[in-house]
Each structure stands twice: as C-alpha cells, then as structure tokens.
C-alpha cells in the first residue's frame, strides 16, 4: 500500500482515535559518544517495522529509554518529538532501574517468554522474582499509558473539542500483563497486543509456572495479533487446556470471564517500496563501486557471495549455518577458494549466561572453519559484528550470491523480506527457514530445515549455480507478495480489525 493511501485511508477511517503504541524497545535512543550526544536507530524488526507508521500516524509511542543520554534531551514527562528535523511524533520514555532490567528484561522476558516461545531447546530459566518484577514494569507501563490519557482527555475537553477515544495498541512480550492494569482502570480503553514472536504449542506453553497469569493478562485485550495463523491456533489450544475459555474456533475469539478477545494473524512487513527505491539508489550504487574497488569488511577474494545478518540470537540458527557452510566445501571442493560467506550482526542481551556462551561457541566454530580451509590467501567465513548502516547492507544485498536467513524458529524475520525488496539486480537467491513466519510467503524462497545439514549445504549449492532467470522469476514474485502486504498494509489491516471490534 503506498504511504499517502494509508494516510488518506486512516485519516478517513480512524481519524478520530488517540493511538498510544507501547514497547519495550525505543525507535531512537540518544547515546553520549565521549561528551557529544547521538541519536542512535534502534535495530530490531519491531522499531524498524514500527518507525515508518509512527511517523505517519502522528501518534504517541511509549517505550523504555535505555540510552545513556535519553533522560538529557527529553522533557520532564520523558517526552521527545522524533525523528530530529521531522518531527512526527512524540516518543514518551520510561525510565527503569538497573533492577528493573535485570529481572524484567534480561530475567523473566528474556530468560523466560523468549526461549519458551521460540521452542529452540534452550531451557527457560523460571524464577519467580523475576515474575513479579515483570507484572511490576507492565504496571509502570501501564501507569504511563493512562497519564497520558488523561492528559489527553484533558487537553480535548480544555479546547470544547469532542474527546478521542483511546486506543492502545502494546507491542511483542515484554507487555503480557499491561491490558489487565489499563481495563481495570477504565474498560472502555480499546486495548491490543501484538505478538512478534511464535507462540509455542501447548505442550510447550504448560510447563510455564506463570502461564494463568500470563493469559489472564492477554485476555483483557480486545485485539491478540501473531505472525500467523498456527500462533493463533497455539494461544487459543492453550485457552482451552489452561483456562477453560469458551474458544469459539468459527471466528478465532476466546470469552473469558464475560470479555471477548478476538484473535487474528497479521504477518508483519517492510517499507517495500522505500527499501526498493533505496536499493537502486545512487548512494547504493557508490557503496557497491567502493566495496568492488577496495571492500573494508571482506579480505579473501571470492567469486561466490553469501551473505546473513542476525541479530547474534541462539534462535537465528547460526552454528547449524555455519554447520551447513562446513559440509558444502567438504562436498565440493572446487568451492574451496572460491567461496566467501560474511555474517554480519550485532551482539545481543550479552548479560544473559545463554547469550555469552553462545558467542563464544559461534568465535570458536568460525575460528575451526576457517582454520580447517585456510590457505595463504583465502579462508570462507568472515565475521563483522558492528552495526552498519542500512545502505551498506543493501549494496551486500545486491552484491551476494545467496542470502541465508536460516533461524531454529521466528516470529517472522524481517531480514528476509528486507533482502527479497532489495535483490533489484536479481543476483541472488534466498535460502530461506521453514521455521520462519516468512517461509509461509516467501515459498519461492529455497526452503530449508536448518537441522538438516546435508540438505541446507545442497539448498546453498542450488542457489549458487540457479540460472538467472530462474532467480529472476522466483524473486519478482516474491517482491510482488511483499508489495501487496508491506508495512502499510500490516498496520491498516491491524487498526481496522481493532476499530471494528
Ligand atoms: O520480535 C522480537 C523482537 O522484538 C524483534 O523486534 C527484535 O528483533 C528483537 O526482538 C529485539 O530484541 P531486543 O529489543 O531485546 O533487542
């Protein structure tokens, strides 16, 4: 959907609605290099995917501020207009104590909610603290959220004009528990989640100690959003096996103590046509020529490219990539010195014990690979764990052979749409995870089961040596599914689906 018809459409529709977005993670995060302060983008899908809407939406979005120079440059209440020059929006920032985040953010969401959800055989660590620690921070969100309604009710009946009606939409789950706190303040606020992540099977869900409280807190909302629609299934088995909600399976709704929460799959997005536009772009163009002249990332020459970037997450499938990687030169080795895989990615959670070790074990592999292949002036795996801007990744995009996106499981992965919009020269192929959201789309993608070594190595092969037209044709169609669902789309079809309710 292009940008002016979503602002047309929900002008038109939704013109009358005070929209408050609320996550854990902030677009923006204003950090002190030495005594200069920068504005930093946040890197994950949900700021990414969620920016370009915020932007036009005018709206309120709350988030934790984490940067080290947030409170600084932010008015009294926390707030800030965003993006610097534009201005669109205003970014209310809660600030949380170091004990906050050890026990909400790195314990019970980190530790707890994201292995459990994502089914990857790590194990959660429970711990009850933790727990209360997190029902703790969803009020403090949940205290914000109705401040800012207030001020806003406020403001309207101050200046005679007709009060908004409040409508807040939660992001991913860091904010299970928020809904319950905002309905038991006023339950006229339209409350809604979405869920980034998968949400596991039932089988998985009741091992979790808090897993009443957990639903209990979700149910207050009106509106439950996943990736697709197996997650949906998953939350409403859990529903009946837990709770004995009454699950009406004819249109996706769970009636719980008298209040019904609609359940409905929203496969999340990118700004196709901007990353499409960026991608071709003369900036990108220049990268390119750069990276051909003198490439300050990749020192072995290669004639072959393959290219991944993740955030350095156990769920992102790296070992068994880099697993895959290992089996392919050993398969053939007429590859060996000729074949450069680059990961790029940016460290993660690093104070969780998981992560540590995890990083550890991907140095070490990499170090084995390369040491094992190694020759005077070439060995296949190059790692580059800074951020870089996302006009550089585009022109890798387009320089690469193949893209790997092969995570153990996701809610989506928004990498690989990113990439799909910018092959604009279509010479690459995506090797793609079934266990993504996106493999649900992007079939024409090579699909891969990312534990099957012998045939993630072959799946990597094929999309080396596949014809270009071959490329051509799987690529464009699956621009073309983008386009008719990009980040435009994803929100309209959101907040229509809420104003309904
Ligand atoms: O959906 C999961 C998610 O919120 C993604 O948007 C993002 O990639 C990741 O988690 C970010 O995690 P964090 O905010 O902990 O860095």
């Not at 459990?116 to 620690?133: A, D, E, G, I, R």
């Not at 009454?246 to 709704?253: E, G, I, K």
């Not at 793609?432 to 990312?450: C, W």
């Not at 789309?489 to 907040?495: G, P, R, V």
Request: aromatic share 12%; hydrophobic share 40%.
């Amino acid at each position: 959907m292009e940008k002016e018809r979503f602002n047309n459409l929900i002008k038109e529709k939704l013109g009358n609605i005070n929209l408050i977005v609320v996550s854990n993670r902030e677009p923006i995060a204003h950090e002190y290099v030495g005594k200069k302060i920068k504005a930093v983008k946040s890197i994950g899908g949900l700021t990414i995917a969620l920016e370009p809407i915020m932007r036009n939406l005018h709206g309120t979005w709350i988030a934790y501020g984490g940067g080290s120079a947030d409170k600084v440059v932010s008015d009294g209440n926390g707030k800030i207009k965003l993006p610097e020059g534009e201005e669109s929006y205003t970014l209310k920032r809660i600030f949380l104590t170091k004990n906050d985040l050890n026990e909400y953010y790195y314990g019970y969401a980190n530790s707890v909610l994201w292995p459990l959800c994502h089914t990857v055989y790590v194990k959660p660590v429970f711990n009850s603290n933790q727990f209360l620690s997190y029902n703790e921070v969803n009020k403090k969100f949940a205290d914000s959220i109705i401040e800012e309604i207030k001020e806003s009710n406020n403001a309207n009946g101050d200046n005679g004009a007709a009060v908004l009606e409040n409508v807040v939409w939660l992001q991913d789950y860091h904010l299970a528990r928020c809904a319950k706190y905002l309905k038991e303040y006023d339950e006229n606020i339209k409350t809604s989640i979405f869920w980034h992540i998968p949400w596991p099977n039932p089988e998985i869900f009741s091992v979790c100690p808090e897993k009443m409280k957990l639903l209990e807190g979700l149910l207050a909302n009106d509106l439950i959003g996943f990736q697709i629609i197996y997650h949906c299934q998953n939350f409403l088995r859990a529903c009946e096996w837990e709770l004995e909600a009454q699950v009406n399976w004819a249109d996706y709704s769970v009636t719980y103590k008298g209040h019904k929460t609609k359940v409905m799959p929203f496969p999340i997005s990118v700004d196709a046509n901007y990353l499409n536009h960026l991608a071709k772009s003369e900036d990108v163009d220049k990268i390119i020529d750069n990276i051909q002249k003198n490439d300050e990332i990749i020192e072995p020459s290669y004639e072959f490219l393959a290219v991944s970037v993740d955030r350095l997450d156990y769920t992102k499938g790296i070992i068994e990539k880099l697993t895959a990687i290992d089996r392919l030169l050993e398969n053939h080795p007429e590859l060996q010195g000729k074949f450069v895989f680059v990961q790029f990615g940016v460290l993660s959670r690093v104070h969780i014990d998981a992560y540590k070790k995890f990083n550890d074990d991907i140095s070490g592999l990499i170090n084995n690979i390369n040491w094992k292949y190694r020759t005077s002036d070439w060995y296949p795996i190059v790692r580059y764990f800074k951020q870089l801007d996302l006009e550089v990744y585009l022109a890798y995009y387009r320089l690469c052979n193949v893209m790997i996106v092969s995570p153990l499981h996701d809610g989506m992965n928004l990498v690989s749409k990113e990439y799909i919009m910018s092959d604009t020269d279509y010479n690459g192929m995506l090797i793609l995870s079934r266990f993504a959201g996106a493999s649900k789309e992007m079939y024409d993608a090579l699909l891969v089961n990312p534990f099957d070594t012998e045939c993630f190595a072959k799946k990597i092969y094929n999309g080396l040596f596949m014809s270009r037209e071959e490329k051509e044709r799987r690529i464009s169609k699956m621009q073309n599914i983008i386009m008719e669902n990009d980040i435009y789309d994803w929100a309209y079809n959101f907040l229509t689906a809420l104003y309904l309710i």
